[in-house]
Structures are given as structure tokens and as C-alpha cells.
């Protein structure tokens, strides 16, 4: 069974910085393109970040663009999304997720994380 776990949310002070992580287990991690989705209080699930299985290539969000970088280690089975210049607005539970718009067999996500609490806060 496929299993997706984020870890490294917390608070943290506005232009501050985070590094999420996503624990993968139950398939095979290095075949899947993988993506980063945020709900904020009271707004639709966003996409914020995807990455194709080699790493290689990796799309965006606007409103994150230039602020947040996605990566993988295939290796560890893990996806990461490094955050970076953070304000209010990126106050979410972020959620990892299997597939995404990069993805040739799943461009849209089947398996999704329990989430983690980003709050950013002075």
C-alpha cells in the first residue's frame, strides 16, 4: 500500500525558511513523479510545487516561484520542498503527493499524505 508521510512543518517568522520532507513507501519511488499541494484556512487545495521521477524537470506555482525549490532522493525514497522567504500567505497544511502534471501516467495525483502545519507568524 502506497504510504506518504511529511514531516518538518512548524512556526516560523515571516522571510524565514523551512525544509518539508515526504516519506515514500509502497511503490516504486524512483518511477513517480511527485508534487507539493498547500490548503490554507478557508481556500481550495493548491498545487505549489511537482517534480518529474529523475528530478530533472519541476513546475511551479506563481506564488511560489523563486521562493520555494522541490527536490527528490530517489535513493531515500524521500521528496523535499525547500521554502524560503516565507510570509503569511504560505500559512497552509502542505501535503505531498504521488503523480502531478509531470507525471506520463499520473498527472493527477491518486495518493496524497496526511499533511504538515506550515504557520508563518511574527
Known amino acids: 500500500q502506497v504510504n506518504l508521510v511529511e514531516s518538518g512543518g512548524g512556526l516560523v ?7 518539508l520532507s ?3 513507501s509502497g511503490f516504486i519511488f524512483g518511477n513517480t513523479g511527485m508534487s507539493w499541494h498547500r490548503q490554507a484556512p478557508g481556500k481550495e487545495r493548491e498545487m505549489v510545487a511537482e517534480i518529474t521521477s529523475d528530478g530533472l524537470r519541476t513546475l511551479y506555482s506563481d506564488s511560489v516561484k523563486g521562493r520555494f525549490t522541490i527536490s527528490r532522493d530517489n535513493s531515500k525514497n524521500e521528496l523535499y520542498l525547500q521554502m524560503n522567504v516565507l510570509n503569511p500567505e504560505d500559512t497552509a497544511v502542505y501535503y505531498c503527493a504521488r503523480g502531478g502534471s509531470l507525471s506520463w501516467y499520473t498527472p493527477h495525483p491518486d495518493y496524497w499524505g496526511r499533511g504538515t502545519q506550515v504557520t508563518v507568524s511574527s
Do not use: E, T, V
Open 13 to 19: 517568522q515571516p522571510g524565514g525558511s523551512l525544509r
Open 22 to 24: 515526504c516519506a515514500a
